[in-house]
């Protein structure tokens, strides 16, 4: 049974810094592609960010810059580092992986406002 459990949100200020982290059981990431996905109100869910097996990220241009998506294979655990936070970054961030299926966590709520 692989599940994926999200971790590290919260309220900070734009400008602030927060990081989130996706431990996974059952698969083992490492041979695995991992993803970052969000989902504001009333609008659909899109891609944050990607890490390959091997290691190779990519990003939504709306991102690029400011978070960092990387991994840890030896704590099955990938993580997101969000700084230079926006308003517009508010929403449940989700991670995601296919492995025979889709897999989804539960979401945590990020939440950027002064």
């Known amino acids: 049974q692989v599940q994926l459990v999200e971790s590290g949100g919260g309220l900070v200020q734009p400008g602030g810094s927060l990081r989130l982290s996706c431990v996974v059981s059952g698969s083992n990431i490492r041979i695995y592609t991992m993803h970052w996905y969000r989902q504001a109100p009333e609008k659909q869910r899109e891609l944050v960010a990607s890490?390959?097996?091997?290691?190779?990220?990519n990003y939504a241009d709306s991102v690029k810059g400011r978070f960092t998506i990387s991994k840890d294979n030896a704590k099955n655990t990938v993580y997101l580092q969000m700084n230079s936070l926006k308003p517009e970054d508010t929403a449940v961030y989700y991670c995601?992986?296919?492995?025979?299926?889709?897999?989804w966590g539960q979401g945590t709520q990020v939440t950027v406002s002064s």
């Open positions: 890490i390959s097996s091997g290691g190779s990220t």
């Open positions: 995601y992986m296919y492995y025979q299926r889709a897999y």
